[in-house]
């Protein structure tokens, strides 16, 4: 990226149309409708936003509605309001309270779900954490993966190092008090699920492989493969398990 | 094309690693996508592989992954043109290509002090291709004029050099891989080599 001296800011409020181009800071604060490939150092959404091309920000912040057509890349995104992305999504750091959709696939190094996140395509990263809902249409492979149950999450398949799934309501007044305003505790669906480390709480699987399996309370697993250990909780239901 | 392929599990079994390291090197893309082939068996879907490239690339990572981080090997594996550039004389020097591979070059492009990525790579390619004796010094010039007017519209995605010759008259074509190329009966097929490999080839060469 060049210096910010040379780059001006675009600033959307009211109702604006623009077009694409290199930008320093992008602030839409009323309606704003941009055509063109966008790079940007920030970008600030507030209001509602449309891209009709690709967007690049070093860091993105998104409280209203943002709609990208194409492609997004950024270094740290933070989404508490809807982003939608129609392309693939290349997003470093993101931390989700609202809402992600992508309609192709999402790539990044740490992501923190604490909203919804959607993904048709696969979803990679480093580091996966939820404690929201999320739906990955293809394979959801991260090194960590983290998961506290709130609400419905799916996968395809489901790959990494280390796969710790549990309920997200733990003990105490706390959770008595959370449990009265949602309904189940939430639960995870997957075809399989492949990984060093595994742990599962309320999941259903088919197939479940990897060194160390631990199946905890609320499972419905097909079959489970396991290379050095296996526990399984008494209420919980593993049709078929076998150590390969 | 039945391809030898060998499935996840047996993979793992011959080569001891497990599913989170297969998992990270697919992150890092030491192990290209397409070599994840999907298949229903009867036990559901299941992932296999070409067995030589599988074999051969973890064989790589596992004895490379000590000195390299893994960002430094996927870039070796990567089809991705790297932005090294070495002068004549260093060419020469490290035998990456012979001097005859290089006046051929010198003859039709110039004299020049330093040679980007995509040029050694042509030459490289001119020098594999006369070693092996299935191409005249004449057909090396069409072969590099070839590679350098075009290997840079495929922007680091891979592709296949076929060299096709039919009744004496003889041409080189470059398309993306994979991809399926038939020729009539008279045409025969003489070479067709993977740039990817060949970068690969090279980048080990070059570092």
């Known amino acids: 990226m060049e210096p910010s001296d040379f780059r001006s800011d675009l600033t959307i409020s009211g109702t604006v149309s623009a077009t ?53 890349r950024a270094a ?25 959709t992508v309609d192709g696939s999402l790539s990044g190094d740490e992501l923190e779900i604490k909203g919804m996140l959607k993904a048709k395509g696969d979803c990679q990263a480093e580091a996966f954490l939820a404690s929201g809902g999320f739906t990955v249409g293809g394979l959801l492979n991260a090194g960590t993966i983290d998961v506290r149950l709130y609400g419905e999450c799916k996968a395809q398949e489901i790959g990494g190092d280390l796969i710790h799934v549990r309920r997200g309501f733990g003990s105490g007044f706390g959770a008595m008090f959370k449990s009265l305003f949602f309904s189940s505790g939430g639960s995870l669906t997957a075809g399989t699920i492949e990984g060093d480390d595994i742990y599962l709480e309320y999941t259903k699987a088919s197939v479940v492989r990897g060194n160390n399996v ?13 290379k050095e250990a296996f526990q399984q909780d008494k209420g919980t239901r593993v049709t078929d398990s076998r150590k390969v | 094309m039945e391809q030898d392929l060998i499935s996840k599990k047996e993979l793992l079994e ?38 030589e490239l599988i074999l051969a ?36 020097k490290r035998n990456i290509v012979s001097k005859m591979a290089l006046d051929v070059f010198t003859e039709q492009f110039g004299d020049t002090p330093v040679f980007p990525f995509a040029h050694i790579l042509a030459v490289f390619i001119l020098e594999k291709l006369l070693q092996k004796g299935v191409i005249s010094l004449d057909e090396g010039k069409t ?18 050099l076929i060299f096709v010759r039919k009744m004496g008259v003889s041409a080189f074509l470059l398309v993306s891989s994979p991809s ?20 690969e080839a090279l980048k080990w060469k070059l570092s």
Not at chain 1, 80 to 91: M, P, Y
Not at chain 2, 15 to 40: A, V
Not at chain 2, 143 to 160: A, S
Not at chain 2, 184 to 198: F, G, N, T, W, Y
């Open chain 1, 214 to 226: 631990t199946i905890g309370p609320g499972c419905d697993i097909g079959l489970v493969e396991y």
């Open chain 2, 57 to 92: 690339r973890i064989d790589k990572i596992k004895n490379m992954k000590d000195d390299l981080s893994l960002d430094e090997l996927a870039d070796m594996f990567s089809p991705a043109p790297t932005d090294v550039s070495l002068g004549k004389q260093e060419l020469l």
């Open chain 2, 14 to 51: 011959l080569t001891g690693i497990s599913y989170g390291q297969l998992y990270r090197w697919k992150r890092k893309k030491l192990i290209p996508e397409e070599w994840f082939i999907r298949k229903s068996t009867f036990t559901g879907q299941e992932t296999f592989f070409p067995r």
């Open chain 2, 143 to 160: 072969l590099l004029g070839t590679l350098i007017q075009h290997y840079g519209k495929f922007e680091g995605k891979n592709c296949d």
């Open chain 2, 180 to 199: 399926d190329v038939y020729f009539e009966e008279s045409a025969k097929i003489v070479e067709r080599v993977s740039i990817a490999d060949v970068i």
């Open chain 1, 20 to 72: 694409g181009g290199v930008y320093n800071d992008v602030k839409v604060r009323g309606e704003g409708r941009v055509d063109g490939d966008v790079d940007c150092r920030t970008f600030t959404c507030m209001g509602r936003c449309e891209f009709f091309g690709s967007l690049t920000a070093a860091a993105a912040r998104i409280t209203g509605d943002a709609i990208v057509s194409g492609n997004m």
């Open chain 1, 76 to 100: 740290k995104a933070k989404v508490l309001g809807n982003l939608d992305i129609h392309g693939n999504a290349d997003l470093q750091e993101v931390l989700i309270r609202g809402a992600l």
